[in-house]
């Protein structure tokens, strides 16, 4: 098992930035890709971002790229979202999730392990 503890979320004003952290423990946290997703109230969960193991691959959404980062530190178990010029579409419930292979995706199905999620209010 992994475990996936988000922390970061928040209350911002529209073009503000936030940084979200997701730190694992358990299983090894190596050779895995992690992603992040999000879900609004009344919405499905919609893929946000996604980096490799290594970190030499990411991949964005169209509606956060150029806005958000996706980063990873394994020396600390931890990946970070850099949210930044945040709009109010962006307000959500931020999950982390973990794979067992090390293949990024933007489909949340394919994510073996979830955080229990952070909220992030975005207001105009």
């Known amino acids: 098992q992994v475990q996936l503890v988000e922390s970061g979320g928040g209350l911002v004003q529209a073009g503000g930035s936030l940084r979200l952290s997701c730190t694992a423990s358990?299983?090894?946290?190596?050779?895995?890709?992690m992603g992040w997703f999000r879900q609004a109230p009344g919405k499905e969960r919609q893929f946000v971002a996604a980096i490799s193991w290594s970190g030499g691959m990411t991949h964005y959404a169209d509606s956060v790229k150029g806005r958000f980062t996706i980063s990873r530190d394994n020396a600390k178990n931890t990946v970070y979202l850099q949210m930044n010029s945040l709009k109010p579409d962006d307000t959500a419930v931020y999950y982390c999730?973990?794979?067992?292979?090390?293949?990024?995706?933007?489909?949340?199905?394919?994510?073996?392990?979830w955080g229990q999620g952070t909220q992030v209010t975005v207001s105009s």
């Open positions: 999730a973990a794979r067992r292979t090390d293949y990024i995706s933007s489909y949340h199905p394919d994510y073996d392990y």
């Open positions: 358990g299983r090894t946290f190596s050779s895995r890709a």
